[in-house]
């Protein structure tokens, strides 16, 4: 069963009370600021704004009351209070809210409610298609995970799969680059160990992996590892990280979502369907087994 997560959901709310009171000149024909809504409301002006940011706990009827006052249609004021009140209690992954990031979080809690997601790394294996050991390898490797946050950060790895193999599952596809099957993370056994878990993974009905080949040239994902997610109810996203230097982003943009759909139809026209990356996958593997 897959658990909401309600600080995500405290930040969609949020973007769309923004979205709302920032429209109303469009819409109606009258301004209306954080202090105009405080007024109405009864509250402070950094209460709006936290609300906005989803940094504070809505309560449905403030909710309900600010998108009256802005004008907001009736089908999107029940659905946004219902949102909210889906919006009680701790992330799944509140245990280790120390060691995760603003934008990482919204990943992990759009995992929660997405029912597709498409994710591409040129560099090592997806998150969510790794086996323990090689992420572990990875975690204990990185210069961004300080020393005490490593056992932290590969709890939550391995608990963030949790989301694949749920009553009502997420659909992964994943698209890696050749080079990945063989770029050595740690032991020859671990690479083992995690070429076997992705062909088991390959296996599952709701997990697609698609291998682009090194001779399939160049494409447009090669300036950063991706994951675009799709909703039932909510408009898609995207998450896009360019590495310890420059950061993370988490976004709904539609311009942006719509430059990331693109590109994942293009390297996914460009890689081999499941069974052709399967034999790949394979192969990188007996290579391995033949090098002891």
Known sequence: MTETDPLWLRRQVGRELRMFRTSMRARTGREVTTTDAAAELGCTQPKISQMEAGRY?????????????????EKDITRLVEWTKRAEGAPWWDAYRSVVHLSYADLVGGESEAVRAINYDFGVVPGLLQHQEYAQVLTNKSRAVPPTHREAILQLRMNRQR?????TPLELIAVIEESVLHRPVGSPSVMRKQLDHLLVMNDLPNVTVQVIQTAAGFHSALSGRFALLEFAEFTPAVYLEHGPTNGSRYSHDPALVEVYTEIAAEIRAKALNPDESGKLISAARNDLAREG
């Open 57 to 73: 706990k809505l309560n449905w009827r403030d909710v309900r009351d600010l998108l009256k006052f802005y004008a907001a249609p």
């Open 163 to 167: 989301r694949l193999t749920e009553t």
